[in-house]
């Protein structure tokens, strides 16, 4: 009998303890959000909405393609013009914006000069840096005010983090490689509009043959018949890449931006 009320006094004890330390651990404050906290907030938000407005529209893209000598000379330079749009996917919660281009103008390719130029898909949406898709994979700090066009805007750097989801990849003999870029965005802290941002690489892949990559795109507002405010869009991209032997510049830039429409009639079949 004795030897049952011990086991109960042991069990009392124990439960004791268990309320103490749940009374008496000092709770940790929730660090109140920083200027630069609410910034990239309706950057986030702003990038969110921008994603499905960018997918609604389509323009005109006119490519300049140029390829450089050792001696810094131009060795060849190629123009192209199309129809481009974005398409927007979203399966599984993987955010994705795949580029269409339907040529109205393409460079004639000489097949005896044998030179190789640079395709450069998908840098006019950098802006996903800051998508919640992808910050999380990027630190951020605010390097202060700078003026566009007599307009405030805050630079906000960023740096990849290794080993986390990047949305730039280079695609090379059937692979991806993604890219560990860091860069800087110039962002209306009012409204959390990007209007240029510029990515370089945090190391160089030569390794793969990649010894730097230099990006910078910018963003214009454009204005609809049925829209209150403007939009803005990118209107230049512009990316640079050298090779330990090859040099690269595409110039991208986008035009007569328009709202466009899809509808589809689904008919069954009567049996």
């Known amino acids: 009998m004795s030897r049952h009320r011990a086991i109960e006094r042991k069990t009392d004890f124990r439960t004791w303890l268990a309320i103490a330390a749940l009374v008496f651990v000092p709770r940790v404050a929730r660090a109140a959000p920083t200027a630069l906290d609410e910034l990239l907030a309706r950057a986030n938000d702003r990038v969110s909405k921008f994603v499905e407005a960018f997918s609604e529209v389509k323009c005109t893209e006119h490519v300049e393609q140029v390829k450089f000598r050792p001696d810094g000379k131009v060795e060849l330079k190629e123009d192209s013009t199309y129809d481009y749009l974005v398409i927007l996917t979203n399966a599984g919660g993987e955010v994705s914006l795949d580029e269409s281009r ?38 951020f700090s605010d390097l202060g005010e700078d003026t566009i066009n007599g307009q405030k805007f805050h630079k906000i750097h960023f740096e990849h983090i290794s080993g986390m989801r990047s949305p730039v990849a280079l695609a090379l003999r059937g692979r991806e490689y993604p890219l560990e870029l860091a860069g800087v965005a110039w962002i209306d802290p009012e409204t959390g509009v990007i209007a240029r941002i510029t990515a370089t690489l945090n190391e160089g892949m030569l390794d793969i043959g990649l010894k730097s990559l230099d990006a910078e795109v910018d963003f214009a507002p454009v204005m609809f018949s049925d829209s209150k405010a403007p939009s803005w869009f990118p209107s230049q991209a512009m990316v640079e890449v050298e090779s330990p032997r090859q040099h690269w510049r595409n110039t991208h830039r986008f035009t007569n931006y328009q709202k466009f429409s899809v509808s589809t009639d689904e008919k069954v079949a009567q049996k």
């Open 102 to 139: 339907l040529a109205v103008h393409e460079a004639r390719k000489d097949e005896k000069k044998r030179v190789s130029m640079l395709v450069s898909n998908g840098f006019a949406t950098l802006f996903l840096v800051f998508h919640p898709y992808y910050s999380l994979a990027f630190r």
